[in-house]
């Protein structure tokens, strides 16, 4: 299984980007997908979920209202949008395949890539 994240980069307060997670190695649309974010110092944090199908999403507060998560089943890829950034958006972003319900958790997820640093300058 591999999770290919991409898109980082050094960004300024209130702009966008668009992370990309391609996969492969695994039956994409039975997995739920997942981005989770670490920044120096702090804890993975869970920022968004999508359902299988993509019908339902999750967001972590930090996130919600400027973030959102989508996916391509035909393209095997999940994608997440980030809208005003902040400079405590600043982190390594991982995507994440796992199984359940929307997990929040990092161990509910099995399949991990490596991550993409976003640097938010204010």
């Known amino acids: 299984v591999q999770l290919q994240a991409s898109g980082g980069g050094l960004m300024q307060a209130g702009d966008s980007l668009r992370l990309s997670c391609a996969a492969s190695?695994?039956?994409?649309?039975?997995?739920?997908m997942g981005w989770f974010r670490q920044a120096p110092g702090k804890e993975r944090e869970f920022v968004a979920a999508?359902?299988?199908?993509?019908?339902?999403?999750r967001y972590g507060d930090s996130v919600k209202g400027r973030f959102t998560i989508s996916r391509d089943n035909a393209k095997n890829t999940v994608y997440l949008q980030m809208n005003s950034l902040k400079p405590e958006d600043t982190a390594d972003y991982y995507c994440a395949a796992g199984t359940g319900a929307l997990p929040n958790i990092a161990q509910e997820y099995g399949h991990w890539g490596q991550g993409t640093l976003v640097t938010v300058s204010s």
């Open positions: 190695g695994l039956t994409f649309n039975t997995y739920v």
């Open positions: 999508i359902s299988r199908r993509g019908g339902s999403t």
